[in-house]
C-alpha cells in the first residue's frame, strides 16, 4: 500500500460558474492553476501564502467541499475528483476539517456536548450508550473541562471554541485533517496552546494534516514540509527547514523577512535612529 494518502494532480478551481450536468459552463475566474501536492499518512503539509494566494481554496477543494474545474484528487488512491456528494458521505469521516472560525462552524442553538455527539451518532462509530464516555475523555485530552460540555458556544473563549472545533474535528478518528487557518484570531499565548495540542494529537493519533495559513513561523513549526501558493500556483515546495535555510523563490523570501523578530538587529536599529 502507497504512503501517500493525498495526492493532488494538476488541479484547477474556477470561481463564477455553474454546474451544468455534463460538468462546469466555460468561462469565470481560474483561481488554482495546476496545483501538484502529495501528502504522506502521518505527514503534516504547510500550505501558505498570503491572502487571496489560494490556499484556502485548495484546502476545500481537497475535501471535495467545492469543484474541481481540471486535474485529480486522489484519495487512498482513490480518484475522489468527480465523486457525488452520495459517494463522498462514506468518506467524510476519513477525512476531516478544521474551520478558521469556531463561532461560525459551531451551531449557536446546541450545547457543546450535542455539537460533538452529533457527528459520532450520524457516522455511527459508536452506540449512542458510549458517545458520553468517549466524548469525557476527548474533551479532557484537549484541555477543558466537563463543565464546558453543558455550555453554548458564545460562554466560552475563543480558544475553547477552537478546542471544541479540534476535539469535534479528531473524535470520528480521521486519517485526514484540514486545520484552516485556525490560530490567527487568537492571542499568542492562545496560539502557542492551540498548536500544541494538535501537533500532539496528530502524533499521537498518526493524523496526516495539512495546515494553511500564512504566517511561516507557525509553519515551520508544525509541518514537516510545505508548499508556497502564489496568485494560485506553487511557487516553491521542499522540507521546512530546507525552505527556510535556502529559499529559492523571491515571493518565499519575501513571506520569510515578514516574520517579526524578537530581537531587531541592531544595525537595523541604529540605521533607523539616524536623523533624516
Known amino acids: 500500500m ?22 462546469l459552463e466555460p468561462g469565470g475566474i481560474k483561481v488554482l492553476h495546476g496545483i501538484d501536492l502529495e501528502i504522506r499518512r ?40 468527480r465523486f457525488s456528494e452520495a459517494r463522498m458521505r462514506p468518506l467524510r469521516r476519513r477525512m476531516q476539517m478544521i474551520f478558521q472560525d469556531p463561532m461560525a462552524s459551531l451551531n449557536p442553538r446546541h450545547r457543546i456536548r450535542r455539537i460533538l455527539a452529533e457527528p459520532m451518532l450520524f457516522h455511527r462509530v459508536c452506540a449512542a450508550g458510549e458517545a458520553g464516555a468517549r466524548i469525557k475523555r476527548l474533551i479532557d485530552r484537549v484541555g477543558l473541562h466537563e463543565a464546558a460540555l453543558e455550555r453554548y458556544p458564545h460562554e466560552l473563549s475563543g480558544g475553547q471554541r477552537q478546542r471544541v472545533g479540534i476535539a469535534r474535528a479528531v473524535l470520528l478518528e480521521p486519517e485526514f485533517v484540514v486545520a ?21 494529537l496528530c502524533r499521537d493519533l498518526g493524523l496526516a494534516m495539512a ?66
Open 2 to 23: 502507497s504512503d501517500v494518502l493525498i495526492a493532488c494532480e494538476g488541479v484547477e478551481v474556477v470561481y463564477g460558474t455553474r454546474r451544468q450536468n455534463l460538468g
Open 42 to 81: 502521518g505527514e503534516s503539509v504547510g500550505i501558505v501564502g498570503e491572502s487571496g494566494s489560494g490556499k484556502s481554496t485548495l484546502g476545500r477543494a481537497i475535501l471535495r467541499l467545492g469543484d474541481v474545474a481540471a486535474g485529480a484528487i486522489r484519495f487512498a488512491g482513490e480518484d475522489i475528483t
Open 180 to 200: 484552516d487557518e485556525i490560530v490567527s484570531g487568537l492571542d499568542v499565548s492562545t496560539q502557542a496552546q492551540a498548536l500544541n495540542l494538535l501537533k500532539g
Open 211 to 276: 495546515f494553511i495559513g500564512h504566517d511561516l513561523s507557525v509553519i515551520r513549526a508544525v509541518c514537516d514540509r510545505v508548499y508556497v501558493l502564489q496568485h494560485g500556483r506553487v511557487v516553491e515546495s521542499g522540507n521546512c527547514n530546507q525552505v527556510f535555510a535556502a529559499p529559492r523563490a523571491d515571493y518565499t523570501r519575501a513571506l520569510i523577512d515578514a516574520i517579526p523578530l524578537p530581537e531587531p538587529d541592531p544595525h537595523w536599529l541604529a540605521r533607523e535612529s539616524l536623523p533624516s
